[in-house]
């Protein structure tokens, strides 16, 4: 059971727009710390996408974006490519955990 | 660039020690505005932060509750690299591990840099 709550999947058709939420607690999302977004292509490791809740890395195609309230954030596709097939998980840090980094459990974006 | 390459065996016996190593190229394991993290991933408990190692005029180390007590890692700045050792294994630490850069910008920090990652199996 991860910390964060993500749902296991979302699909799309190319050139479609899909979200993703990521639902966490007080503790973590909700007290302030930053929310970072990962991509995961199978058999790799995970690759930065978003962080501190809305910023792009260089290289990161502008159709990623990322959004944060309260205690939840929300990762928005938008124009789906046939190569953002992956699994995608949010992060953040959680304050009962003596600030120990937490995930979601990743969500699967299939493109149809 | 920064390229962080991951080395060690990917059986151990249960009851040992699990230890891999995460050597750094590009950066510095003393860098004052890093930290070096160990990650690992099962299907049974998804992506899981371990710990980290991080130089701010002397060491610091922040473990996870979940294996605190059993964790150690460790820089060695005269091989600019980073360990993890993970004591009494057992079957539950079976799992594809990954150590990590956490970078920061706009005072915040986040895992900018990967390794490919460590396929480890706890089995006699």
């Known amino acids: 059971q991860s910390v964060l709550t993500q749902p296991p999947s979302v699909s799309g058709a190319p050139g479609q727009r899909v979200t993703i939420s990521c639902t966490g607690k007080?503790?973590?999302?909700?007290?302030?710390?930053?929310v970072h977004w990962f991509q995961q292509l199978p058999g790799s490791a995970p690759k930065l996408l978003i962080y501190a809740n809305t910023n792009r890395p260089s290289g990161v195609p502008d159709r990623f974006s990322a959004s944060k309230s309260g205690t939840s954030a929300s990762l928005a596709i938008s124009g789906l490519h046939p190569e953002d097939e992956a699994i995608y998980y949010c992060q953040s840090y959680d304050n009962t955990l003596s600030g120990d980094i937490v995930f979601g459990g990743g969500t699967k974006v299939t493109v149809l | 660039q920064v390229q962080l390459q991951q080395s060690g065996p990917g059986l151990v016996k249960p009851s040992q020690t699990l230890s891999l190593t995460c050597f750094i190229s590009?950066?510095?394991?003393?860098?004052?505005?890093?930290?070096w993290n160990w990650i690992r991933q099962s299907p049974s408990r998804g992506l899981e932060w371990l710990g980290r190692?991080?130089?701010?005029?002397?060491?610091?180390?922040d473990y996870a509750v979940s294996v605190k007590g059993r964790i150690t890692i460790n820089p060695d700045t005269s091989k600019n690299q980073f360990s993890l050792q993970l004591n009494s294994v057992t079957a539950e630490d079976t799992a594809v591990y990954f150590c990590?850069?956490?970078?920061?910008?706009?005072?915040?920090?986040?895992?900018?840099?990967w390794g490919k990652g460590t396929t480890v199996s706890v089995s006699s």
């Open positions: 590009g950066d510095s394991v003393s860098n004052k505005s890093a930290a």
């Open positions: 190692a991080y130089y701010r005029s002397k060491w610091y180390n």
């Open positions: 990590g850069r956490e970078a920061t910008k706009l005072g915040s920090y986040y895992m900018d840099v």
């Open positions: 007080n503790s973590n999302v909700g007290a302030g710390y930053d």
